[in-house]
């Protein structure tokens, strides 16, 4: 593909702030936290610490995703950022970043002699403006780097003491430590201790009835007390889902309701219908969640398209909480009597299948219909409109575009759009359906694994003049046909996640984040950046940065 040139305030309409090249760069886009670097002008910004230590957190994102042969020029480059940031500044943060970086760019020496000013520096009692969980961690790290495990052990354990809800940092902390360990060939065991609860996933059958449910509970309790869960993700249905979210509550764990329509319509179909005491016991585990997300609108009597899609959210989100942590994900069933390995209700039994197939440890619970509630799978009649579709949507446009004068585009159509256009139609990935939308395109898929490879595919293009913007999101849609269209919320909700979208990467909704984790065997990295309105945004990378 041809290269031509803009002038660059087609590409960067406004000062960057270090925050937004913090979080380009958490999100993956280094080329474009690069080029917002430089128009801020903080590329000759010397004596500035803050400018420094950005462009140190720049090339350190850089560094990690070279190849092995190339790191240490890298990570040396690195760390001479911080180091500069440093001497203007010193900062617990830019010090432990010098001597990390130095001694995985091959310098050991400095990199422990560093480490070791550093633990001298933090014992002095000198009033150091951090927090208590960051300079404990901060021992811990330097205290790895001269290869004193117990001391390091003791100095994580009393971070997380210190902060015990910060799950993220203790995550962070983590994988740093399993970074620096790894290249040490050191043990790695002593980490596991600190690690956050694990996720689970909790799924079941309507036909538990409301008296003599106490054995399965007890069986509900146990596994949750083996697993050491502290977070689960699902729904909220009369029976199992009840009898899992009450057990997970008692144990003071986190419960994340995903819905598969609104709270007053998830109420008129999958409690109202059934005993009068799942009621109370609904509105209690509804009011003390830690959170409750309604993935449609749908009212119109159940559709199992709303049903699939909030189970695909859920079992993403218990899989991305849990990487997130640098903790697991499991799941547990409570199935039926019916036949097969999963019984006879065909959303349990899907996920089950799903969730099995992609590698993960399942705890199942065969528990008899003792309600009368027909299983899903015994029922003759088709349930929904005929017309839904549940989709994963990929908007892509060109970052820019839509500034360029008429001189400007023709050029643009010629060396850019028309190439780009012959290069997509090359690659093996065929969307489903594809509709305009402006200078831009949607294009759909029948899940949102098959649409990151595709987005992936694209963003290894050969680069053009432009980069470009992908945007996408999963949902339900409604299916048009002469001409095929899909219509509905969805597509307006992928409109706005696009005008927010990060050039050079994938921008997507959490929907789509969370139903992707769901492919296990090359889970991508995922980042949140940000919102747009009740929406929040997600970029997906291979390899975080």
Known sequence: MSRFHFPSEFLILYRPTLAAIITAVRAGGLKHAQAMFEAGGYEDRFDDPAALAVKGRLLKS??????????????AAAASSYAAADRLSPQPYTRINVATLSWLAGDRATGRAMAQDLLIWLESNADIAETPYFLAATRAEALTLLEDYAGANAALGEAIVRDPQGWEDHASTIRQ????????????????????????????HLGVAVEGSEPLTEQVRRILEEEQIGFGFGALAAGADLVIAECLLERGAELHLILPNSVEDFIAQSIAPYDRAWRARFYRCLAAASTVRCETQLAEGYQPLGMQLASDVAMGSALLHARRLASEAVQLAVIDTGPGEFGSGLETARCARAWRQSGGRQHLIRWPRTASVIASGAKTEPEGRTDLRLAALLHISFDGLENLDDRQFARA???????????????????DLVLPAGNARIAA????????????????????????????????????????????????ELARIAEAALPGVLTTSETFADALQLERREPPHVEHVGETGPIALFTITERAA
Not at 413 to 431: C, F, H, N, S, Y
Not at 455 to 462: I, Q
């Open 62 to 75: 850089r560094a990690i995703l070279q190849e092995p042969e190339r790191q240490r020029e890298a990570f």
């Open 445 to 492: 898929f029948p899940d949102p694994r098959t649409a990151w490879a595709y987005a992936r595919a694209l963003l290894t293009l050969p680069e053009g003049a432009l980069p470009l913007r992908l945007a996408a999101h999963y949902g339900v849609a409604h299916k048009l046909d002469n001409p095929s269209a899909l219509v509905g919320r969805t597509l307006g």
């Open 177 to 204: 430590l399993e970074l620096i360990l790894e290249k040490q060939g050191g043990p790695t065991a002593w980490l596991d201790r600190h690690r956050p609860p694990r996720s689970v996933y909790f799924s079941g």
């Open 413 to 431: 159509v010629d060396e850019l759009l028309v190439p780009m256009r012959a290069l997509a139609a090359q690659l093996p990935i065929v969307p």
